[in-house]
């Protein structure tokens, strides 16, 4: 089977930069995605890593290191918007998906 | 707007009245899949299908169906609801590509079933 850890919770101040972690134990691996929800509201995608290195987009910057079975997720110049639950995703084969339990972020002036 | 639509969003039963969730996607996504999130928790998966005709469990299929008859819609059936299945239910799309598979999920708004 699979499982992931990471945080339950994140707190950090505007404008700082924070790390979510994941580690994962997954069967096979295709990779690894991260996905931001707001309040119980629809995940929506943030990042996807299937080979060992970072991924940039915008403010969120996403890392894997398949040999050590963890990522992490980067958020940037953080702003309140950003206080929400990340949620890591391991993909053990072209369909499964498996979650974390989530990171919830919370952002303070 | 490309998007993900689920129906009911919000449905209030009772033990054993069969119920079905809708969900159509208008991307032409091949790859459809059902979770459901309880508090505290992550997302779930509880079917999902590759394409057309093509199902396959997740982690929690234990009393739920789905059928895939056509490329937009992927409903999810509880044919006997039972109060541990109160839960929110998201659907979700993705182009499957052959290398990265089913990575880049597009959600519905969430359907929230209480479950007397």
């Known amino acids: 089977g699979q499982s992931l850890e990471q945080p339950s919770e994140v707190t950090a101040v505007e404008g700082a930069i924070v790390q979510i972690n994941c580690t994962y134990q997954?069967?096979?691996?295709?990779?690894l995605s991260w996905y931001q929800q707001h309040d119980g509201g629809a995940p929506t995608f943030l990042s996807y890593?299937?080979?060992?290195g970072l991924e940039e987009t915008g403010r969120f910057s996403s890392f894997l290191s398949r040999s050590d079975s963890y990522g992490y997720l980067l958020l940037q110049e953080l702003q309140m918007k950003d206080s929400a639950s990340y949620f890591c995703a391991v993909l053990p084969n072209a369909g499964k998906s498996t979650f974390g339990d989530g990171t919830t972020l919370t952002v303070k002036p | 707007e490309a998007q993900v639509t689920q129906n009911p969003r919000y449905l209030i039963t009772v033990t054993g009245k069969k119920l079905t969730v809708t969900c159509s996607q208008n991307?032409?996504?091949?790859?459809m899949s059902w979770y459901r999130q309880d508090p505290g928790l992550g997302l779930r998966q509880i079917y999902y299908?590759?394409?057309?005709?093509?199902?396959d469990k997740g982690d929690v299929p234990e009393g739920y169906k789905v059928s895939r008859k056509e490329k937009r819609n992927f409903p999810l059936i509880l044919e006997s609801p039972s109060p541990n299945q109160t839960s929110l239910y998201f659907c979700?799309?993705?182009?499957?590509?052959?290398?990265?598979?089913?990575?880049?999920?597009?959600f519905g708004a969430g359907s929230r079933l209480t479950v007397l």
């Open positions: 890593n299937a080979l060992d």
């Open positions: 979700a799309s993705s182009f499957n590509s052959p290398v990265s598979g089913a990575n880049v999920l597009t």
């Open positions: 997954t069967s096979g691996f295709y990779g």
């Open positions: 299908s590759m394409n057309v005709e093509v199902t």
């Open positions: 991307m032409n996504h091949e790859y």
